[in-house]
């Protein structure tokens, strides 16, 4: 029983191409995120949802649009993909958010974009 | 602004030995700390984590960290290493104003047999 999973695993597609991935956590949290891994292995936040609200929007270029239908999802649409877009895309969900939110952060898999 | 450095981008220990992940904290406020492990093509796992109490924290696979307010350093500690431990291993520190992770560069560890 996974906890935060991601789809698709992997993505190879064009530049200029639209692309999005899904994310999806069955732990009842009620904030989720996505990070961004680059090739150095380097993570940063990109945004984050609370109670389908966006709490946290990062330095993103808006051709990066987050949606979350439930609590339980939170979607990453990507327009006119460049090659600087690929990366490693993490979700990741926990329960609390805002100041007071202590609790930890629980990552999904991952999704490995590469755009040629 | 917050901000985590782990000093070392690689940690070779033989197995059996003890190990040392360092990071070293800047945050205004208290500080919310948090060690993950990635395995190669895998996401992060959770370890532990302080908010508060107790200095030492113990936490998943007998890794544990002291945190240590006037060096600022929350070091990620094991007393006896698995070549399994193999991995890479990212310190983080919490937003106190929000609650997004700022992550340091990341340490590889390399423990051999």
């Known amino acids: 029983d996974t906890a935060v999973s991601q789809t698709p695993k992997y993505l190879v597609t064009q530049m200029g191409n639209d692309k999005s991935i899904k994310c999806e956590q069955n732990l009842g949290h009620d904030t989720m995120y996505w990070y961004k891994q680059d090739s150095k292995k380097f993570l940063k936040i990109m945004f984050s949802?609370?109670?389908?609200?966006?709490?946290i929007n990062e330095t993103v270029p808006n051709r990066f649009s987050p949606k979350s239908p439930d609590k339980a999802h939170l979607n990453l649409h990507i327009n006119s993909l460049e090659l600087g877009d690929s990366a490693v895309y993490f979700c990741a969900s926990s329960q609390g958010g805002g100041p007071r939110g202590t609790d930890t952060q629980y990552f999904g898999p991952g999704t490995r974009l590469t755009v040629l | 602004a917050q901000s985590v450095a782990q000093p070392e981008d690689q940690v070779n220990v033989a197995e059996g030995n003890p190990l040392t992940v360092k990071c070293t904290y800047s945050?205004?406020?208290?500080?919310?700390l948090f060690w993950y492990v990635q395995y190669p093509n895998r996401g992060l796992q959770f370890l532990l984590k302080y908010i508060t109490g107790d200095n030492l924290v113990k936490g998943s696979y007998g890794f544990e960290a002291e945190f240590n307010k006037s060096q600022t350093s929350f070091h990620l500690k094991k007393p006896s290493a698995l070549v399994s431990d193999s991995a890479l291993y990212f310190c983080a520190v919490r937003d106190p104003y929000g609650n997004k992770l700022v992550f340091g560069a990341g340490t590889i560890l390399r423990v051999k047999s």
């Open positions: 945050v205004s406020g208290n500080p919310y």
């Open positions: 949802y609370n109670n389908k609200e966006l709490i």
